[in-house]
């Protein structure tokens, strides 16, 4: 069975930083893609950053490019979510997502979701 544990959501004032975890059990995703999205009230659920876990490839959406960075630990099994320069319009919930075919497609596993808030 697959789990997904997330952690290191809060509330931040706008240009701080937060670092979200996203720790896996069970099997082990070396072939396919992790990463995160994030759904705000009354939107999609959007594509934020991936990684690949085997050659640690990464992509992010336009909105996040240089803000954000996306990295994974082998040995705790866990990627991580650096962000920075936070604006209010980052304020959604942040899920990480697991087996994705390549790094910005969507896999079947998602965490529970963290809540990330910004304050202006």
């Known amino acids: 069975q697959v789990e997904l544990v997330e952690s290191g959501g809060g509330l931040v004032q706008a240009g701080g930083s937060l670092t979200l975890s996203c720790t896996t059990s069970?099997?082990?995703?070396?072939?396919?893609?992790m990463g995160w999205f994030r759904q705000a009230p009354g939107e999609e659920r959007e594509f934020v950053a991936g990684i690949n876990w085997k050659t640690g490839g990464t992509y992010f959406v336009s909105s996040v490019q240089d803000r954000f960075t996306i990295s994974r630990d082998y040995a705790k099994n866990t990627v991580y979510l650096q962000m920075n320069s936070l604006k209010p319009e980052d304020t959604a919930v942040y899920y990480c997502?697991?087996?994705?075919?390549?790094?910005?497609?969507?896999?079947?596993?998602w965490g529970q979701g963290t809540q990330v808030t910004v304050s202006s």
């Open positions: 069970g099997r082990i995703f070396e072939d396919y893609a």
């Open positions: 997502n697991a087996g994705a075919p390549g790094v910005g497609a969507r896999g079947e596993y």
